[in-house]
């Protein structure tokens, strides 16, 4: 028996197969899917490896079976990290998606998901701003200017249209030759700034990009009707998370497995009964988005595996329907 042959898809074709467009309805969709119970996680939900000095070397496998579309995958990574440089969004790190036939098992795909999961991880937290964002969003605040940041950027230009944006970074020349790019591009003004705070405090939306281990902001910067996006880590001081008038998580779940998310709950500085909802709940309509111009809201994601396997199965049809990829040498069984 000859088995079809697994279509290998590289990075540089993904980019041309996925919108922000298509990967924000990909999302919507997979939250709706999260609302109906319509996902089913990994035991355990993620699987790491975590070597540390000399090497600072770092597995993750998720996977997700997904029975509405219907697909199944494992989403595989590894990255550098030493506390100082962090390869997570960077092309050198090792990052793929594995699709198979849910009815048969048979491989379909490998996906190099470097766009897919860039893009996923921004549309994922950018897209509940549609029931959370305040009706006046003027300014927009960027803590973090890289891949993450950039990437939020292009999807919230596709919902809004800012008079300005504030930015920060670590380094003086990135947020400075981000702030000219993008003034010119926008025909806006960019102003690049030096402290986290002023960002967050001028900011109608502010988004928290970076790759720090450490607090990047505090609660009482967010302004009287503003909503401020963190995304992984530690983006927003956990002493302040229940002082917001809404909370909103992609995923308890996903969320409390994480080391930072599960000692703020441990802590007593946040619970579950503070919590307004997950993003499926108000996506699907099941809790209330923004209701006045005045509540300050945090919306936090850690990510969910189930969008980077939805996406990346959108990603195929799209490949294969065009004739794209690379078909790898299929599985003979030997006489």
């Known amino acids: 028996m ?79 990290d030493n506390g100082t440089r962090n390869t997570v969004g960077q092309l050198e790190c090792a990052r793929y998606i594995i699709l198979t036939d849910p009815q048969t098992a048979r491989s379909k795909a490998i996906i190099e998901e470097h766009w897919t999961y860039a893009i996923r991880s921004a549309a994922a937290a950018i897209l509940p701003l549609k029931w959370l964002a305040p009706k006046r969003t003027k300014v927009l605040g960027l803590v973090g200017v890289g891949t993450m940041g950039i990437n939020c950027l ?98 308890w779940d996903v969320n409390i497995i994480t080391p930072e998310f599960r000692a703020m709950i441990e802590s007593g500085k946040f619970s579950r009964e503070e919590l307004h909802g997950e993003i499926c709940d108000v996506v699907s309509g099941q809790v209330s988005g923004r209701e006045n111009d005045h509540e300050r809201i945090l919306i936090h994601t850690t990510g969910l595996v189930s969008q980077d396997i939805a996406i990346c199965d959108f990603v195929y049809k799209k490949a294969k329907a065009a004739g794209l990829g690379i078909n790898l040498p299929p599985t003979d069984q030997l006489d």
């Open 2 to 80: 000859t088995l079809d042959s697994v279509l290998f898809i590289p990075y540089r074709q993904t980019l041309d197969l996925l919108s922000i467009s298509e990967a924000m309805d990909v999302c919507e969709n997979v939250y709706h899917m999260h609302a109906n119970n319509k996902v089913q996680w990994s035991h355990p939900p993620s699987w790491k490896l975590d070597v540390d000095a000399p090497w600072h070397n770092h597995w993750h496998v998720k996977g997700a079976f997904l029975p509405e579309i219907p697909t199944t995958g494992v989403r595989l990574y590894n990255y550098y």
């Open 154 to 251: 292009r999807c919230l230009l596709t919902m809004f249209d800012f008079e300005k944006i504030m930015c920060t970074s670590r380094r003086v020349e990135t947020r400075e030759k981000f702030a000219q790019k993008w003034s010119t591009e926008l025909g806006i003004p960019v102003y690049p700034v030096e402290t986290i705070e002023e960002v967050v405090r001028s900011s109608d939306i502010g988004v928290g990009g970076t790759t720090s281990n450490d607090i990047v902001a505090k609660e009482n910067w967010v302004k009287d009707g503003a909503t401020y996006i963190s995304l992984s880590r530690r983006e927003m001081d956990p002493g302040g998370w229940a002082n917001f008038d809404k909370v909103v998580i992609d995923g």
